[in-house]
């Protein structure tokens, strides 16, 4: 089973920029989507968006154009880069499977982004 380490968490101002890590313990070469997903306070976990092997990406519309998640299989590692952040992108973050069977989710990283 591999195991997923976000970090790259943080507090920022409104407008500012984050970039999230995943880290996985084994190959992620032979998995086509990798996601990333959050959940803010009182919310349920939301699919942020994910990247496939062949570059393809999709994501919500609430981070459409803010957003990328670029990957890196040779390091195992996706990334997320979060750009023009606002308040409501506030929440723990999370790498997983684009789809189902998800591995065992990571204990996540923390945005919170102050108005």
């Known amino acids: 089973q591999v195991q997923l380490v976000e970090s790259g968490g943080g507090l920022v101002q409104a407008g500012g920029s984050l970039r999230l890590s995943c880290a996985a313990s084994?190959?992620?070469?032979?998995?086509?989507?990798m996601g990333w997903y959050r959940q803010a306070p009182g919310k349920q976990r939301e699919l942020v968006g994910f990247i496939t092997n062949g570059g393809i990406t999709n994501y919500a519309d609430s981070v459409k154009g803010r957003f990328t998640s670029p990957r890196d299989n040779a390091k195992n590692t996706v990334y997320l880069q979060m750009n023009s952040l606002k308040p409501e992108d506030t929440a723990v973050y999370y790498c997983n499977k684009g789809t189902w069977p998800y591995y065992n989710w990571g204990q996540g990283t923390q945005v919170t982004v102050s108005s």
């Open positions: 084994g190959s992620i070469f032979s998995i086509n989507a």
